[in-house]
Structures are given as structure tokens and as C-alpha cells.
């Protein structure tokens, strides 16, 4: 197995990488990562010297210093260096620059002197480096406020907070799974290679939008689904990934689960399900009392669980956390949950009869890829 190490684990390209790789248990073993390493010299130095692979991620992105934030960086990029130069490793280096390398600020310069630098103790030592150029990254739980615009407003509309436009440029964007599976890509090209390469690669962006245009989209998602429970009209994959980047942002325990209309009449009760922009698989199945179905999750999909007779209990956790979010469903009372991506899920019959619940679930967009992971609640 390659083994792969990521610094920055923690932040939100690291934390994504990280779980990607984990999808790939036979072909990548993941070597931890904690962000106290670069104070703990031991702790470095076996990190370093147990990698095929490392990419650099960690550093700082915003500061109120400009001095602070590029000395920061460019001590972490030395470190790195220094390290595998006492242990006399050259591991294949991935290290993540940005397209702000041009730009007259601490962020952009730290990311341009950090990659040279790499560059050249690659060549110094004969070892296999890349220096990847980022657009602007988004996805789902990045750090709102730090990371994106597309988080901040994400998580503003979906918090009852009011978002505004500071300067309505043309960005150019690109989904972060997109970015894990190109890095992946990268790591396996690189094992197949018994050459040394030293190289600058532009990473492609998916789309290029308006600030302006992103807050009015993600204002429709928000009268839309959070206040109807309607999902909305996709029609490519980047809303897709746009969509359910948004909706990550949501507060579970709060929104969900979520009550449909019943209306009443002579002859029994008519319930209003749910309304889709899309289109997707509807069915329903059966779960005898006391069973447990689930125990997985997926990276792309779609899915809205709903109860039309007997009780349930829903389970669900992120990916990496330990965080547990339980709801009861119960068809008295008709409601749904939507099953956020990355989320290991099941669901438990806790009545005394038969449960039934009806399942929507939206493939939209998807490669052929498998998109169901096994994992325990």
C-alpha cells in the first residue's frame, strides 16, 4: 500500500482528502496527521520518515499581520525541509499553492516562496515533487468565514444571517472532491514512475461564476428547501455539488425531522409528500420490529427518508466525528429526514409492528463509480 500523510489534516481540503482516501482501503494507508506535530520535533520526524507520500497543507490563510502570515507559512515549508533532511527521506511531495501566487499579498507570496523552496530541495535530493496551483476550493463543512465565500454564505442563509457582497468578482471555483480525486490521481501516477518529477500544475476549475450570482442561487435553495422542503431544479453537475454543499451548513438537530401537511377527510388522510426539482428513484421498504437497517453512507448522492406507518429512529454521523444526531419518525405524525453526504446513517424500527418507509433517492450527475460506504453509526 502507498502510504499517504497529510499536513493540515484537520482543515478542510485535509479533512476531505483524508476521508477520500479512506474509500481505498486496500490501496492507501493514511498515516495521522496532528497539527501539534510542527511543535513536537519527535513526533515530526516519524510522521516524515513513515510517508510515501505528503502533502503539505497547513498553513495560515488569513491574518491580521501580513508578516505573521507569510513568516508562518514559510516556517512551516522550512520545517517540512528540515525534517526530511535529518531523516533522510524523499517521499513523493504534493504541496498546495494558490492562483493568488501573482498577487501583491502575504498569502499569495508565502505560497510562491514555499513552493520554490520545495522545488528545490527536490532537486537537491533527487526526490518527486509537485506543486499544485489551486483555484478558489468548495465543498461541504469547510470553515465558514476562513475558507470560501461559498461557505460564509452557506452557512449565513441556513444560520438566519444576512449575507452581503464586498466585491462581485468573477471566481473561478472548484469542487473539492473533484480536487481529492485529481490529488489521488497524481499519487498513483507517481507510484507507477520510477523517475524523478519535479513539477508546477494549474489545477482546473470546475466553473467560474459571480460572487452575486452564487448568493442568488443559494438564496433560492434557501426559500426552497429550508422553507419547503422542495428540492430544487439541478441542471448540471456543478449545481449539484453546489446544492449539496449548501445544505451541509444546515443545523440537523434543529431542522430536521421535518413535518409534512396532513389533510383529513371522510375517507382517511391525505398527506403532501414531497416536492422534487429533480428527478430520482421512489420507493418503499418494510423493517420488522426491533431491526436495524443502514450502517452507510455516500459521498453524492440524494436521499429523503420518510415513514408512512409505525415508528423509527434515525441515526446519523459525520464521517470522522463523534458526534451521534437521533430522530424519531413516527407515521401518526408524517415526516422526513434528508440524509446530509458523508454521513453514516441507519434506521431502527421501534415500534411493535411492521414499519414502512417510502425512500427518494437522486443519482443525478453520478459517475459509476459505487457510492455506498459501509460504516458503523
Known sequence: MIRVGITGQSGFIGTNLYNTLGLYPGEFERIPFHDDFFHEDIALRKFVKQCDVIIHLSALNRHSYPKVLYDTNMRLVKQLISTLDAEKVTPFVLFASSI???????????????????????VRRGASFSGLILPNVYGPFARPYNNSFVATFSYQLTHEEIPEVHQDSDVKLVYISNLCDLIIQKIRTQARKVVRLVSRYEVSWDFQHKVSEI???FQQYRELYLKQGIIPEMNDRNDYNLFNTFRSYIELSSHFPVKLD???DLLGMLVENSQ???????????TLPGATRGNHYHTRSLKRLTVIKGKALVRMRQVGTDEIFEFELDGNIPSYVDIPIWHVHNLTNTGDEPLYIQLWKNELYQTDNEDTYYEQV
Open 262 to 264: 396532513q389533510h383529513p
Open 215 to 217: 448568493l442568488s442561487l
Open 100 to 122: 493568488q501566487e501573482e498577487r501583491d499579498n502575504a498569502f499569495g507570496k508565502s505560497k510562491r516562496d514555499g513552493r520554490l523552496m520545495l522545488e528545490d530541495w527536490a
Open 276 to 286: 422534487m426539482g429533480v428527478g430520482g428513484q421512489l420507493s418503499f421498504f418494510t
